[in-house]
Nanobody, 120 residues
């Protein structure tokens, strides 16, 4: 019943910006820790940004000062604003929800991913 869907990916030039969005259906997102991850061919899926169970934002060192994670409980969505994009930011971005409370406690869900390409 729970489903995550990402949107907002695309092709952008270095220095440009994108805003990724993840909509969570089937459960209130306040029951979960939320995050964004990036994966490139042949590499592990890496943490980019997220909210802890306490609601504190956290970021990978490579994106600190450039990206901002936010959430909208009324819409049951969370976003990643990506600024000053670099070629190294290229990859498939996945949103994630790990439920720490409620009937879905212990379950983790992923979106299908959205492609971000930073190139001139």
């Amino acid at each position: 019943q729970v489903q995550l869907v990402e949107s907002g990916g695309g092709l952008v030039q270095p220095g440009g910006s994108l805003r990724l969005s993840c909509i969570v259906s089937g459960s209130p997102l306040w029951l979960a820790a939320l995050g964004w991850y990036r994966q490139t061919p042949g590499n592990q899926r890496e943490f980019v940004a997220g909210f802890t169970t306490g609601g504190t934002p956290d970021y990978a060192d490579s994106v600190k000062g450039r990206h901002t994670i936010s959430r909208d409980s009324a819409k049951n969505t969370f976003d990643l604003q990506m600024n000053s994009l670099k070629a190294e930011d290229t990859g498939v971005y996945y949103c994630n929800a790990r439920f720490y409370n409620g009937p879905l406690k212990g379950n983790t869900y992923w979106g299908r991913g959205t492609q971000v390409t930073v190139s001139s």
